[in-house]
């Protein structure tokens, strides 16, 4: 891992300088075309809505951290992008590939749109390396030797190389973490998705795995974070989406977002987590 930590920049109030990547998203040649769509997304859990038309837009290279009460459809969301949880109507799209489209294979979905949650989920009968190549070898059909000289790689881009054949109870909470992004990023996903990846780690664990997500803002990964961990939607978001009672209230630039927001309710919740 760099000796630079780009966790500081998010705590200091900096911004994380980033390389804006290039290429062609999944299923499309045109450079103008958003990387992730979201168009009109409504879910329900029986009379609760959860969503409500939801519309979002990220470009290639871009960090969108979606902000919001406790119950305003952060989670839910994430969910739906990569199809853990199906949506009662709207489309989502990756480039011009439709995920919510009736062929589209959700397993081909989450290889391209990869997710570390709030639960550690690692097996606990697998080695760190072991975690990361299992996927390799089972989705992507890998030999055992090109297997683990990704999982190697990946455990030592997020610091972990010394770590791969230590088990899940042997690692902190923070390094248990840090493997599930190191298994998320082996997969080669065009989009990461993080669910509150920190909320339940203490502030020094917490640093661990924000330094690693700092990194991959650098290098230009295309991000979607739920988060409470405001330094960071500072400091490395491209965009934040301020969500509520399951609809988007308003999206912008973090600058004007956190400090002259143009709708009263996110001056509130803003103003309510200074508080804090």
Not at 21 to 48: C, I, N, Q
Not at 70 to 79: A, E, H, I, M, P
Not at 119 to 136: K, P, S, V, Y
């Amino acid at each position: 891992m760099s000796e630079r930590n780009p966790a500081d920049d998010t705590a200091t109030g900096g911004r994380i300088e980033r390389e804006r990547t290039t290429g062609d998203a999944v299923g499309t040649t045109d450079a103008e075309t958003p990387l992730l769509r979201v168009e009109d997304l409504w879910k329900s859990y029986g009379d609760e809505e959860v969503l409500r038309g939801v519309s979002l837009e990220v470009d290639r290279g871009d960090v969108e951290v979606l902000v919001g009460p406790s119950g305003s459809g952060k989670s839910t969301l994430l969910r739906c992008l990569n199809r853990l949880t199906e949506v009662d109507s709207g489309h989502i799209y990756l480039g011009e590939t439709e995920v919510t489209g009736p062929d589209t294979d959700p397993n081909a979905v989450r290889q391209q749109i990869g997710m570390v949650f709030q639960d550690i989920n690692l097996f606990a009968h697998l080695t760190a390396r072991q975690n990361i190549t299992l996927g390799l070898r089972k989705v992507r059909g890998q030999s055992k030797t090109e297997a683990r000289r990704r999982a190697d790689s990946e455990l030592d881009r997020v610091g972990l190389l010394e770590q791969a054949d230590s088990y899940p109870a042997q690692l902190s909470g923070g390094q248990k973490q840090r493997v599930g992004i190191a298994r998320a990023l082996a997969m080669d996903p065009e989009v990461m998705l993080f669910d509150e990846p920190t909320s339940a780690l203490d502030p020094e664990l917490s640093n661990e795995v924000l330094e690693v997500m700092g990194q991959l803002v650098a290098e230009g990964m295309t991000m979607v974070v739920v988060t409470h961990e405001m330094r960071f939607a500072r400091g490395g978001a491209t965009g934040i989406t301020f969500l509520d009672e399951g609809k988007v209230i308003e999206r912008g630039p973090p600058d004007r977002i956190f400090d002259d927001p143009e709708r009263e309710r996110t001056a509130r919740f803003f103003q309510s987590i200074r508080h804090e």
